[in-house]
Structure formats: C-alpha cells, structure tokens
C-alpha cells in the first residue's frame, strides 16, 4: 500500500468511529488543518519537478476532496444521530391527562356587588364612592347624631388614636357619610381615588363600600359591604322608595314581582325612617326569597332628614329625597344560602370555590344588561 493510501485508509477508519463533533474537528485540524497531515502533502508539490506534480497533484488533491467529503458526510450523521436522541429523549406524551389548572373565583360579595351595580345602573343610578377612613363629621355628625348621643354608640366604631389636632378618624361604620360628600359643595375637591364630589340636584348615586364595626358573629363580621342608595329631587316621597326597593329586589332575585312591608324605625338622618322586609319562606332549612309567610329584613331606608339637607346646603322646600342602605353581604347570603357570614372573609379557598363564580359570566340576566 502505498503511503497515500495507508493515510486516507487510516483517516477513513478513524473519521468513521469519530464519537462527536468535537473528536470530528480534532480530526480536521489534524489532516487539513495549517499543519495537518494533507496540508503537508499539498505543500510538498511546490518542490517537485513538473514529472512529478503531474502525477502526485491529482493524487494528493483527490486525497484532500475525499477526506473533506468523508469528514462532512460524519459531520452530518453525528447530527442527525444529536437530533434524534433528543427527540427520543424529550419526547411530549400528548396522551398523558393534562396537569390540571387551577382556576380563580369571583367572591360572591364582588358578584353581588356587580349584579346590585348592573340594576341601578339599568334604573339611571350613578356610582359613588368615599374613603374608608372617615372623620366624625361626615360618619355621624353630618348626618344629623347629636354629639355625645347614644346613637353615636349604637355603631361599635373602630376609632384611631387621636391626631395632633385632636381629631379621632374613624373607619367608616356605614356609607352613609358618602351622602354628604355627595351633596355638599365644598372648595376642596376630592382625592382622584374616590369619585364623590359635591354636586347639585337631581341626585341619583349608589355607593358601595366596605364598612367597619366592632362585632362579629353568624350574621355580623366586622368588616362588611354596604351600598348606600340616594335620590334628591323635586316632589319626591316614600311611594318613590318602595317602588325602587321593590323593583331592584325583584330584579334582584330574579322574580316577576315581590312582596315588601316597611316597618317602622329610627335613623338621626331620615325622618319618617323604616326598615323594608321582603316576603320569604325559611321553612325548607333554607331562606326562599318571594314565598311564604315570614319577613326577612333588607334594607334601612327613609325620607333624607331636613337637617341633612340644610347642613348640605339645600333648601327642604325645594328638595326633598330618600335614602336607603343595604348589606350586600347579607343580600348575598339571602340569594346565595351561605350559612355563616363571617366564613366570607376567611379567604378559604375552598370556600371560594364552592360559593365563588366564574369570571367570565355576565353580572345578571335579570338586570336587562349583559
Ligand atoms: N346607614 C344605615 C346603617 O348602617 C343604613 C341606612 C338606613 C342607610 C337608612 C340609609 C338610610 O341611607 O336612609 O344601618
């Protein structure tokens, strides 16, 4: 054999058993690389005599074509060898079950919420909103509680330490105090954060909110969600009243009609003042609203109070309005059926995903809107 054929056998075995790409390129360099093997031989026709380079030239060149053509032919099995370990390697079993997702809730409060906001709305009530902590103008004293009154007691309020003018803020015990911030014009317009602005009649704005008292049982928890509910018109009396209680309810629970009874009560910021109870039945274990013979209460409501609207700067001659303040919590619990108030707030999560909605569903059908 002669020595070019000795090397290209022995290059061609060990291009041949070249583990990876690495091995490969080693091999290269050895043979066509500046100092390589065939590189050397290429080098070496420069001093032959013509006779000799006639012979050896197409020799040598043919050598380097087909040991450039073996190392790319490896190369390119090395490749697809890689690719197909790792396709074995990181095969997708699509008949494995998919890792399940879990999904978020909306809180039935923030649903009940939405559903209350979507009726009003359809019915040309406004949104209004105001800070959680109150000062006790606006929580009591604005809204006509004489000072140093029992009813100022009535509300268990959360106050804060007092601050270095004295004043003691408060959370909010109702939403209420939103009436005033509504009504009255004052030269300090309003943080951006809450929407309420003095404004002139007519009035027509709900307000929901979170609202504070220091109490917590099966029916109470010590923070909860109101919505306030105000008009300030022209001629307007209680018949107004039960007829937007009593449309909103029935839309509500999502009944043709509903039967309602005002009962008699007091608020330092209505004046006459009741409490609204909606027809129901508890008798099956569960609360149904719209049958039956019991009464289950729902909103406080009345006539605004002359004083409100005098301390608001309007004439009670010439404005008159009512006011009214449902939990929603509570409103939920009576469409909804959870048994136990305070486990709203314990941010269970699998309470959430019993009594939580999807969040892809419209507020409600019976509001008209979708
Ligand atoms: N603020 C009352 C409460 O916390 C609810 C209420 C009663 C609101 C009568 C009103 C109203 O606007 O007119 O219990």
């Known amino acids: 054999m002669t020595d070019h054929a000795q090397l290209e056998a022995d290059l061609s075995a060990q291009i041949a058993a070249a583990p990876d790409a690495a091995a490969l390129e080693a091999l ?3 043979a066509l690389g500046k100092s390589g093997s065939i590189s050397g031989l290429l080098k070496s026709l420069g001093s ?3 006779d000799e380079r006639k ?4 020799a040598i060149n043919g050598l380097r074509d087909r040991v450039s053509a073996a190392l790319a032919e490896r190369k390119a099995a090395l490749e697809a060898a890689e690719l197909d370990a790792r396709l074995a390697a990181e095969r997708l079993d699509l008949t494995l079950p998919a890792t399940p997702r879990r999904k978020g809730a909306v809180h039935p409060t923030m649903q009940v919420m939405d559903e209350m906001i979507a009726i009003f709305a359809d019915m040309g009530f406004a949104l209004a909103e105001g800070p959680d902590i109150e000062d006790d103008f606006h929580n009591f ?5 004489p000072p140093r ?3 100022r007691e009535m509300h268990d309020t959360f106050f804060f330490n007092p601050g270095p003018d004295g004043e003691r803020k408060l959370l909010r015990t109702h939403t209420s105090p939103v009436q005033v911030r509504v009504m009255q014009k004052t030269n300090t317009p309003p943080p951006a954060s809450w929407i309420a602005a003095g404004q002139d009649p007519p009035i027509r704005v709900i307000v929901p909110g979170r609202t504070y008292r220091q109490d917590s049982d099966a029916t109470h928890t010590p923070m909860f969600h109101q919505m306030e509910g105000l008009v300030i018109d022209r001629n307007i009396h209680m018949g107004h009243l039960k007829w937007t209680i ?3 309810i029935a839309r509500f629970f999502e009944l043709p009609s509903v039967v309602t009874r005002f009962r008699p009560h007091h608020f330092p910021f209505t004046e006459p003042s009741a409490e609204m109870d909606v027809q129901c039945d508890t008798s099956g274990g569960e609360v ?3 049958q039956g013979t019991e009464w289950s209460e729902i909103v406080g409501c009345g006539m605004v109070h002359p004083n409100i609207l005098r301390m608001c700067g309007l004439d009670p001659d010439e404005w008159q309005g009512f006011a009214f303040g449902f939990g929603i919590d509570r409103l939920g619990r009576l469409k909804y059926g959870m048994p136990d108030l305070r486990d709203m707030f314990a941010s269970d999560t699998r309470w959430l995903s019993h009594y939580g909605f999807s ?6 059908p019976a509001s008209g809107l979708s």
């Open 28 to 30: 290269r360099v050895a």
């Open 48 to 50: 032959m005599s013509p």
């Open 55 to 58: 012979t050896a030239g197409p």
């Open 141 to 145: 004293t604005a809204l006509n509680f």
């Open 149 to 151: 009154h029992p009813a």
């Open 246 to 248: 009593d449309t909103f």
């Open 288 to 290: 149904k609203v719209g």
């Open 359 to 364: 969040a892809f569903a419209t507020p409600n």
